[in-house]
């Protein structure tokens, strides 16, 4: 059964940081590629950022670029966002996902509230 758990989201005060895990089991990690979503309330779930199984290369959402970094950890079969300069813009449940050939996997999703 494939599993993708994440963890480490929580509130936070504008100009802070977080950092998010998933971590998956009962898949070969380092077969998939891995992002990261979010859905703030009201609003459509928007792609965040991916980092790719094997080269490791990383990619980012504008909102992203230069205040967040992802990475992963294939030994230990997780994803990580690191997460610097939060807006309250960046209130979100946030998400992973992991996609290979034909198949995608999701999270159940970490809240993240950045809030003075």
């Known amino acids: 059964q494939v599993q993708l758990v994440e963890s480490g989201g929580g509130s936070v005060k504008p100009g802070g940081s977080l950092s998010l895990s998933c971590a998956a089991s009962?898949?070969?990690?380092?077969?998939?590629?891995m992002s990261w979503y979010r859905q703030a309330p009201g609003k459509e779930s928007e792609w965040v950022a991916g980092?790719?199984?094997?080269?490791?290369?990383?990619t980012y959402a504008e909102p992203a670029k230069g205040r967040f970094t992802i990475s992963r950890d294939n030994a230990k079969n997780t994803v990580y966002l690191q997460m610097n300069s939060l807006k309250p813009e960046d209130t979100a449940v946030y998400y992973c996902?992991?996609?290979?050939?034909?198949?995608?996997?999701w999270g159940q999703g970490t809240q993240v509230t950045v809030s003075s």
């Open positions: 980092i790719t199984n094997y080269y490791l290369t990383t």
């Open positions: 009962g898949v070969t990690f380092s077969s998939y590629a």
């Open positions: 996902k992991a996609v290979a050939a034909g198949s995608a996997y």
